[in-house]
């Protein structure tokens, strides 16, 4: 009679056990699942009173505590581009007027000695102003995002517009440009300024880095592929990281440039629906755009 009530209060006992490690399991299940579910802020568990409702509170304050603080760097980060793009926004105004000024003084310099630091001082106050609306765009896309304005766009005639527009500048830089205007409109689904500012871009890179002759070349098939080489001397080009926000191939801090000007044209490119990439071979630097051909 005693084995009998000591083993049925064992198999209670057992079975309680069995059910108390049944009903924590499904509950540990429960809090990883929750765990996992990023949108999740708090997780909430059965039963209050024991261990797991304490581990749980724990948790649920170590999870408010990431919260607020990754709330607090978003703020501080949204303040400081806002900082930014007002302080570019600001400099941009008297640093165009600067060069107004210095452009009417090379004009009136006495002579060649005057002229020739009037040039110094208008070339180092565009590469300023150049900075200067670089970062402007950087921290108008990565605070606010772009959104751009799609038309139809003849890139053939944009390409002949944009050459001529810096014969001035192959000329300054003894750089020989060439392409074979096929006089045939191709046209692509793009945002006209964004477009603009990324050809520019191109340019402005092959006359800065390049020597001896830019080269530019459209093929077209389902999309439509600008291509724009130049010979480079710098032999450590990374072309996966070249679109990177700040990479320099060079590492000198004397180097031209701060790494903005690819990183912007590759957001320009994306937000259009397009792609950019480079090739390097033979020291020959190629940097394509692509883009959907539009045929409407």
Do not use: W
């Not at 200067?132 to 751009?148: Q, R």
């Not at 020989?176 to 340019?203: C, W």
């Amino acid at each position: 009679m005693a084995e009998t009530i000591i083993i049925t209060v064992l198999f209670v006992a057992v079975c309680l056990l069995a059910a108390r490690l049944i009903s924590l399991k499904s509950r540990i299940s429960s809090l990883s699942e929750q765990l996992d579910d990023p949108e999740n802020p708090l997780i909430t568990t059965t039963l209050d009173g024991d261990e797991l409702e304490e581990v749980v509170k724990k948790i649920n304050l170590m999870k408010e505590n990431d919260y607020m603080a990754k709330l607090n760097v978003t703020k501080e980060q949204a303040a400081l581009k806002q900082a930014i793009a007002d302080i570019s926004h600001d400099i941009r105004t008297p640093l165009t007027s600067v060069v107004g000024y210095l452009q009417l003084a090379e004009r009136s310099a006495e002579n060649e000695e005057q002229r020739a630091n009037i040039d110094i001082a208008l070339e180092r106050a565009r590469y300023c102003s150049s900075l200067v609306n670089d970062f402007f765009e950087l921290s108008v896309i990565d605070s606010n995002g772009i959104e751009p304005v799609m038309d139809k766009i003849d890139v053939n005639d944009m390409l002949c517009e944009l050459i001529l527009a810096n014969y001035p500048n192959f000329e300054g830089k003894g750089v020989e440009p060439h392409f074979e205007d096929s006089g045939v409109p191709i046209y692509v689904r793009a945002d006209r300024k964004m477009l603009t500012r990324v050809l520019q871009n191109l340019i402005s890179n092959g006359i800065k880095y390049g020597s001896g002759s830019l080269d530019f070349v459209i093929h077209t098939d389902d999309t439509v592929n600008i291509s724009v080489s130049n010979t480079v001397s710098e032999k450590q080009i990374d072309t996966e990281k070249m679109f990177d926000k700040f990479y320099r191939a060079s590492s000198s801090r004397t180097a031209n440039g701060a790494g903005i000007g690819l990183y912007i044209c590759k957001e320009f490119m994306e937000a259009m629906g397009g792609n950019i990439f480079a090739n390097l071979e033979n020291d020959v630097l190629t940097i394509t755009v692509s883009l959907e051909r539009s045929v409407s």
